[in-house]
């Protein structure tokens, strides 16, 4: 079970995956900060091997030590970009699960959230990274999921939303949650860190990603049989993955709308494609494990918050 944060907890802030630049830092310190929360950090995290936050074994270090601290009482990723799948060897488990407290990141982030989940049962915050743009949707989220003692956290799409969003199949489902960023989800199959999506409702956010790419994705994933016994599934609202993005000298392209619709309508469950999620500035927290409703014709997700204490 987890802690609801109170004023002046102490959030440790990471870096698993790509470097950091002082700005993203200070941002993510004032965002903290605007929830009445701290701060707290290595020297580490300014570390900088090539395109990631320091050495593999530097990532790992600095996890460890965020869990092993009994003053933090969450830990919060600065940012995503690459590198999470390569230390998941190197974790400690055991101290993860005995030091239980919620991880919050998303799209990289989600490799780590998974196999946290896979390998110990807890529960990981799939939704913003510290240095994202806490607009009032985004802070109002997170302070519904993490500071009020309420039971459940509805999101709908915003009224005001500029972003598509369409049933794909009509329906409502009940299940957990599991999904993440569709590149790491593609990442983790056939590894040790991959969970059963069976009898789940499952999410998934994707960036600059083209449409065949989309389609190549989501086929794998059908042919390795993820989705025979989906109860839901929730699309976020992709960014930068339309054909236009990517035509080159105006070749012909499905649409992202296309794609989607025609590959996973024919699966008849429940699914739904626009919620906020994903590399955007509305952002709403879901979190791995949790058990939640979900109706594609309403476009609402209930999630019922029975892991906080």
Not at 171 to 193: D, H, M, Q
Not at 202 to 225: C, H, S, W
Request: charged share 25%; hydrophobic share 40%; aromatic share 12%.
């Amino acid at each position: 079970m987890y802690k609801f944060f109170n004023k002046n907890d102490k959030i440790g802030l990471i870096s698993p995956a790509s470097f950091i630049t002082k700005e993203k830092l200070n941002n993510t310190i004032a965002n903290i900060e605007n929830f009445g929360l701290k701060a707290i950090y290595f020297k580490s995290i300014f570390d900088k091997k090539a395109y990631f936050s320091g050495t593999d074994k530097e990532r790992t270090n600095e996890l460890h030590k965020m869990y092993a601290d009994k003053s933090v009482k969450g830990i919060l990723c600065v940012r995503g970009g690459y590198g999470t799948l390569r230390i998941l060897d190197f974790l400690d488990y055991s101290l993860i699960k005995n030091n239980s407290k919620p991880l919050i990141g998303y799209s990289d982030i989600s490799a780590l959230l998974i196999a946290i989940y896979k390998k110990t049962g807890q529960i990981g915050f799939h939704g913003v990274v510290g240095a994202s743009i806490f607009n009032k949707f985004t802070f109002d989220n997170f302070k519904e999921m993490f500071l009020n003692k309420n039971e459940v956290v509805k999101s709908n799409i915003p009224k005001s939303s500029n972003n598509e969003h369409y049933t794909i199949f009509p329906g409502k489902a009940k299940g957990k949650l599991i999904g993440g960023n569709l590149s790491i989800l593609i990442s983790l199959l056939a590894t040790p860190y991959d969970v059963s999506w069976d009898n789940k409702i499952v999410f998934i956010e994707e960036t600059n990603e083209a449409p065949y790419k989309i389609d190549r994705m989501l086929t794998q994933l059908i042919l390795a049989g993820k989705f025979k016994k989906v109860k839901g599934i929730i699309f976020g609202t992709f960014n930068k993955c339309e054909g236009k993005d990517f035509r080159i000298n105006n070749e012909d392209t499905f649409s992202l709308k296309e794609v989607i619709s025609e590959i996973i309508k024919p699966l008849n469950i429940p699914s739904a494609y626009g919620f906020p999620f994903g590399h955007i500035e509305n952002q709403i927290i879901l979190p791995i494990g949790a058990k939640a409703n979900f109706d594609a014709c309403n476009f609402q997700i209930s999630i019922i918050k029975d892991f906080f204490d």
